[in-house]
């Protein structure tokens, strides 16, 4: 099968594992943002999505987003396309950033958002943010703690550049049970935010290509799917 062949059949495999677990939590498809993670491919692969039907693409590293972004002008049916920060972002690294991308995910401390904030006022605009928690309280992982969270959130809604729009997290590997509940832990904590701050948080970050399924019926509106998008080898979960 050629790379837009497979592009086009995984997507339609995809969508129709996202209706039914979005039919699970009430919803449907489209109330669910599928970001196309394309750290481990070209500008091709990405243009294969794209005809496929992905209109919003990710990556973890600000180096390699403007060096898809720059690819990208090669490819004019791409001008549209919109790009996501996903990753660890260091604060010299922002300037690259802001005023690139749609939504930065993974802010995952408050001295971050100032600084997203500062670059955001210097050109005038307003950046959407994500709050990283590390909701499985894993060693490996960045993010605010829930407990961090919720004592610094109110800092981060006064930065009049940035605009926080919900959480971003990530699951334990390898253990469905394990995952379930860090996606409805983040739900629960996106919900106590929402309520204590009396600031509308509608979005929920999470999900990936193992585990998509599981967030999306547990309330995920983002979910972030690499390998299952752009590997004819993985096996659709
Ligand atoms: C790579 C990456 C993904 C996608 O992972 P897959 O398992 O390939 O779907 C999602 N989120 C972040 C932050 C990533 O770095």
Not at 184 to 191: A, I, M, T, Y
Not at 202 to 222: N, Q, V, Y
């Amino acid at each position: 099968m050629d790379y837009a062949s497979f592009a086009r059949e995984r997507r339609a495999a995809i969508l129709e594992r996202v209706s039914q677990a979005a039919a699970v939590s009430g919803r449907t498809a489209d109330d669910v943002l599928l970001v196309a993670v394309s750290k481990t491919v070209g500008i091709e692969e990405v243009a294969a999505a794209h005809a496929a039907g992905y209109t919003a693409f990710a990556e973890n590293r600000p180096q390699e987003l403007k060096r898809k972004q720059s690819a990208a002008q090669d490819f004019p049916e791409l001008a549209d396309v919109r790009w996501d920060m996903i990753g660890h972002l260091q604060t010299n690294k922002v300037k690259d950033v802001v005023g690139s991308v749609s939504l930065i995910h993974s802010v995952d401390t408050l001295h971050l958002a100032e600084a997203i904030d500062a670059r955001a006022a210097k050109l005038g605009v307003t950046v959407p943010i994500l709050l990283e928690v590390n909701v499985a309280g894993e060693e490996s992982k960045s993010g605010f703690s829930p407990a961090e969270a919720l004592a610094q959130i109110g800092s981060v809604l006064e930065l009049a550049n940035v605009s926080v729009e919900g959480l971003m997290g990530m699951a334990p590997a390898h253990d469905p049970g394990a995952a379930r509940r860090a996606f409805s832990d983040l739900r629960e904590l996106r919900d106590l935010l929402s309520h204590e701050t009396g600031c509308h948080l509608g979005e929920l970050s999470c999900g990936m290509s193992d585990d998509f399924a599981i967030a999306i019926e547990e309330g995920s509106t983002i979910i972030r799917l690499g390998r299952t998008v752009f590997d004819p080898a993985y096996a659709l979960q």
